[in-house]
């Protein structure tokens, strides 16, 4: 376990074929295993790997960016995204966008241990992934609501969080992770 929780980076950079149903199984039952506040597990986890429907989920994130509906998103990086080249999950063939129930006090820290979880279970099979926040950032727009109630969402669910996953396409960069996240000693 510490060989992924060490050998675990984003990655940003995804050869196209897609990833195979049994490792997708592994990765999945890893997150729905996660710890959760009160042991609640009411994360659900939508599963794109139909390209259509995935770049119509980017310009539904892109268009919300723009029309200032992604919180948190300045205008620059809104400008950054109009690129040809920006994909919103790096052209990854799979990419899964979490929802929790909302006014859940728990729902965003449950949403990080279960794709934390669903990270290092890709990191053991050798497929990439990066923890990406603009589903959440656009969690508020109606275009992205209405889109997903095509997939059995609804006006009691929020988007808390999403991932790429693929296999890399080259060596991912790995940042040095013993930088930072400063411990503080009490004894």
Same mark, same amino acid.
């Given at each position: 376990?510490?060989?992924?929780?060490?050998?675990?980076?984003?990655? +940003?950079?995804?050869?196209?074929?897609?990833?195979?149903?049994?490792?997708?199984? *592994?990765?999945?039952?890893?997150? +729905?295993?996660?710890?959760?506040?009160?042991?609640?597990?009411?994360?659900?986890?939508?599963?794109?790997?139909?390209?259509?429907?995935?770049?119509?989920?980017?310009? *539904?994130?892109?268009?919300?960016?723009?029309?200032?509906?992604?919180?948190? *998103?300045?205008?620059?990086?809104?400008?950054?995204?109009? =690129?040809?080249?920006? &994909?919103?999950?790096? &052209?990854?063939? @799979?990419?899964?966008?979490?929802?929790?129930?909302? !006014?859940?006090?728990?729902?965003?820290?449950? @949403?990080?241990?279960?794709?934390?979880?669903?990270?290092?279970?890709? @990191?053991?099979?050798?497929?990439?992934?990066?923890?990406?926040?603009?589903?959440?950032?656009?969690?508020?727009? !109606?275009?992205?609501?209405?889109?997903?109630?095509?997939?059995?969402?609804?006006?009691?669910? !929020?988007?808390?969080?999403?991932?790429?996953?693929?296999?890399?396409?080259? !060596?991912? @960069? +790995?940042?040095?992770?013993?930088?930072?996240?400063?411990?503080?000693? *009490? =004894?």
């Amino acid at each position: 376990m510490l060989d992924a929780i060490k050998n675990r980076c984003s990655v +940003r950079k995804y050869r196209p074929e897609q990833i195979k149903d049994e490792e997708l199984n *592994i990765i999945l039952e890893a997150a +729905r295993m996660a710890p959760s506040g009160k042991n609640d597990r009411k994360a659900k986890i939508y599963v794109f790997q139909n390209p259509e429907k995935m770049e119509e989920l980017g310009r *539904i994130f892109l268009e919300a960016a723009l029309a200032g509906n992604a919180e948190g *998103i300045p205008a620059a990086m809104a400008s950054f995204m109009k =690129r040809k080249t920006y &994909h919103f999950c790096f &052209h990854a063939p @799979t990419f899964l966008l979490v929802t929790y129930e909302k !006014e859940n006090y728990n729902a965003l820290a449950n @949403t990080a241990c279960l794709l934390e979880n669903a990270m290092l279970a890709a @990191t053991e099979l050798s497929i990439g992934s990066c923890y990406l926040n603009i589903g959440r950032r656009c969690a508020k727009d !109606e275009g992205l609501q209405n889109f997903l109630k095509q997939f059995g969402y609804t006006d009691e669910e !929020e988007v808390t969080g999403g991932l790429a996953l693929g296999y890399p396409d080259g !060596e991912p @960069t +790995r940042n040095k992770k013993t930088e930072g996240n400063e411990i503080v000693w *009490i =004894r």
